[in-house]
């Protein structure tokens, strides 16, 4: 059924992994993959549509929502890497994936989602600027500016997961092949290795610290400053309305870097399979359907935005129709 070969020491050399998913699903097969299919089918939507505002109102023509729109691009790419394969081990209630298919996935998910953790981080030096240094903010963070900051966040969560997927994909894999996830890991990945892979643990902690850990630390430090500086603010209209300017990106951060250091900072024996399974799909799934949603309920431009564009698009059908 599974394709491996055989190789000396009674190695058994394994070419494909079993995904079983979730399991025992029968009674809630179609409910399930119903729901994965509606909730990708909508991030995807709603995450379009705000890159769609950003690009082309005028009135979200700022730093701020450029990043945002990049932000969105990385929350499509990380559920589009994920949800169909998902969708797949549901309807055949398990499934198998080469190894080559496995490492390939593994590092588009941890390419956008190492992007997503810098972009974070530079949205929140944008707000930094933005509350901190309101005179010095326009003249910093300038068109040519804000391109570098996307490009090096692209460019480094690209650069930094390759230097880790080129030595997992000259691992060798071992029997049993059985992976009791939805998608394959970092963890189950060596878990399965028959290669020396102590040196990929000391790799993995290494590029954690500008991957994950100097990004979360400056992001406390930034919004550190910022509420302090809003504390000084006199007026509890103008603290308010400097609050909400940055409220949509904590609490995305929150959500982010909470699930985030759940799934991989905590030891795996804290919590069991399923457990890690629901995180996975907190961060996964659920952050980048709620991320759109957050920004668009939380920020006063993007609605108004969006009800210009609405309202466009009902005036252009309205004067087609009586002509």
Known sequence: MFSVAMLGNNHTIVTEFLLLGFQNIHSFKILLFT?????????????????????????????????????????????????PNILRLIWGEGGTMSVAGCISQLHLFACSGATECFLLTVMSYDRYLAICHPLRYTTIMN?????????????????VTLILIIPISQLQFCGPNVIDHFFCDFAPLVKHSCSDSSYLEIE??????????LPFTFIIVTYVCIFLTILRIPSTTGRQKAFSTCSS???????????????????????????????????????????????SLRNQEIGAALKRKFHNSTDFWLERRGR
């Open 35 to 83: 729901v994965f299919l509606v909730t990708y089918i909508m991030t995807i939507s709603s995450n379009l549509l705000i890159i769609t505002l950003v690009s082309t109102s005028h009135q979200l023509h700022s730093p701020m929502y450029f990043f945002l729109a990049h932000l969105s691009l990385t929350d499509i790419l990380l559920i589009t890497f994920m949800v």
């Open 143 to 159: 068109v040519k500016f804000c391109l570098l900051l996307v490009i090096w966040s692209w460019l480094l969560g690209f650069v």
């Open 204 to 213: 993995i902690f290494v590029l954690s610290f500008p991957v994950s850990l």
């Open 249 to 295: 990106h904590l609490t995305v951060v929150c959500t982010y870097y909470g699930t985030l250091i759940t799934i991989y900072a905590i030891p795996s024996k804290e919590h069991s399979f399923n457990i890690n399974k629901v995180l996975s799909l907190l961060y996964m799934v659920v952050a980048p359907f709620f991320n759109p949603i957050i920004y």
